[in-house]
């Protein structure tokens, strides 16, 4: 994955470094500004087994700023925001891999910088008895869980 673009970002950014789990490192640029969650969407993706993404609905493209073309193919964790916690996406692939559903309040990451809250549900999808990847399908959060979120995830770090 390439570093984050000024050029792409809207508004005054920071910095900040992530290390993913293959050991790759990205530098990205975030700013203050949150995206609502539009009312009555769902935003969905899949992906392969490794978290490549394989489909994304006109949701997800809208919401993560990218276009469809530049995110089939990427790994799903071009959308980590530095707020999140590594041991909410530790959590989520021990479940999936074991065949459980996992849920949970992620913070995702816009091209332009920019943030959006989602309710995520992530499940395999299993064909003749094996995993053959992975579906995402995110809901509106209530505000409450989006603060108590806010108050939880930087205290897992
Ligand atoms: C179906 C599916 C959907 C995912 N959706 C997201 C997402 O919206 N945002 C995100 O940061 N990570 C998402 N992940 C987790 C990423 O694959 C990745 O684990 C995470 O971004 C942390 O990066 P790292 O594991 O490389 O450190 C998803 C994984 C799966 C299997």
Redesign the pocket.
């Known amino acids: 994955m390439e570093d984050m673009k000024y050029e792409d970002v809207n508004g005054d950014s920071k910095e900040s470094r992530?290390?993913?789990?293959?050991g790759?490192e990205r530098t990205v640029l975030v700013t203050d500004i949150e995206i609502p969650y539009p009312e009555g969407r769902l935003?969905v993706?899949?992906?392969d087994q490794n978290?490549v993404?394989t489909h994304v609905n006109k949701s997800f493209v809208e919401m993560s700023g990218f276009t469809k073309e530049e995110l089939i193919g990427q790994?799903?964790?071009?959308?980590?925001?530095p707020d999140?916690p590594?041991a909410a996406?530790?959590d989520?692939?021990d479940k999936?891999q074991a065949g459980e559903r996992w849920q949970g309040y992620?913070?995702?990451?816009r091209k332009d910088g920019a943030y959006y809250w989602?309710y995520?549900t992530?499940?395999a999808n299993i064909r003749d008895g094996k995993v053959k990847?992975?579906?995402?399908v995110?809901r509106k959060p209530s505000r409450k869980k989006i603060q108590e979120c806010i108050e939880l995830y930087p205290t897992l770090f």
């Open positions: 992530l290390k993913y789990h293959d790759s935003i993706s899949s992906t978290g993404m790994p799903h964790c071009i959308l980590r925001h999140m590594p996406f530790k989520l692939w999936v992620v913070k995702n990451l989602v995520a992530v499940i990847g992975y579906t995402s995110r």
